[in-house]
């Protein structure tokens, strides 16, 4: 059974860092990530996106200040924002494409449980 454990959001002051995590069990690798956010009233949003082949894609309000990263000896992939700003205020959520456990390495996709970022003075 595949679990997904999102982490690292909190509150931060302008121009602080934050780094979100989404640790992964049940699997054997990660094949690709991509982070969304999500403020009130608004729809969820894709923020950055790490491709099977490891390149990175980026909106461009966060491009130059977040990095997305995966670490498939640990499972586990990352958000990590640096200079933020109020409008990056929102609930982050992680969806990673992983393999399963073999024999089968069935390839499926799976979301993380939110994470609440706030950005204010």
């Known amino acids: 059974q595949v679990q997904v454990e999102e982490s690292g959001g909190g509150w931060v002051q302008p121009g602080g860092s934050l780094r979100l995590s989404c640790a992964l069990s049940?699997?054997?690798?990660?094949?690709?990530v991509d982070w969304y956010r999500q403020s009130p009233g608004k729809e969820r949003e894709l923020v950055a996106r790490?491709?099977?082949?490891?390149?990175?894609h980026y909106i461009a309000s966060v491009l130059g200040r977040f990095t997305i990263s995966k670490d498939n000896g640990k499972n586990t992939v990352y958000l990590q924002m640096n200079d933020l700003k109020p409008e990056d205020t929102a609930v982050y959520y992680c969806?990673?494409?992983?393999?399963?456990?073999?024999?089968?390495?069935?390839?499926?996709?799976?979301w993380g449980q939110g994470t609440q970022v706030t950005v204010s003075s």
């Open positions: 790490l491709t099977s082949y490891s390149n990175s």
């Open positions: 049940g699997v054997s690798e990660i094949n690709s």
């Open positions: 969806n990673v494409e992983v393999f399963g456990l073999p024999p089968q390495f069935a390839l499926s996709k799976y």
